[in-house]
Nanobody, 113 residues
Framework: QVQLVESGGGLVQPGGSLNLSCATS????????MGWYRQAPGKQRELVAH???????NYADSVKGRFTISRDNAKKTVYLRMNSLKPEDTAVYYCRVGTSLYWGQGTQVTVSS
């Protein structure tokens, strides 16, 4: 059974930082691409960052230079380091296995003063 569990969300002031983690089980983690997505109220879910099994990365234009995706294959975990956070980054953040149907439950990130 594939499971993805996100953690690390919370309330942070503009300009602050957060580290999100997505711990996985039940899959061959090292051979799968992983992605972080987000969904703000009233908006569609969007891709934030993506990392391949070979550690190639790509980012949404809105987060380039501020967010960093990484992975630890030994821990079967993917991370999202978020710096210089803005109010418009407020959303529920989800991790996903590649383009599969496997998603985590989400973690809320709120950027507000």
């Amino acid at each position: 059974q594939v499971q993805l569990v996100e953690s690390g969300g919370g309330l942070v002031q503009p300009g602050g930082s957060l580290n999100l983690s997505c711990a996985t089980s039940g899959l061959m983690f090292s051979t799968n691409a992983m992605g972080w997505y987000r969904q703000a109220p009233g908006k569609q879910r969007e891709l934030v960052a993506h990392i391949t099994s070979g550690r190639n990365t790509n980012y949404a234009d809105s987060v380039k230079g501020r967010f960093t995706i990484s992975r630890d294959n030994a821990k079967k975990t993917v991370y999202l380091r978020m710096n210089s956070l803005k109010p418009e980054d407020t959303a529920v953040y989800y991790c996903r296995v590649g383009t599969s149907l496997y998603w985590g439950q989400g973690t809320q990130v709120t950027v507000s003063s």
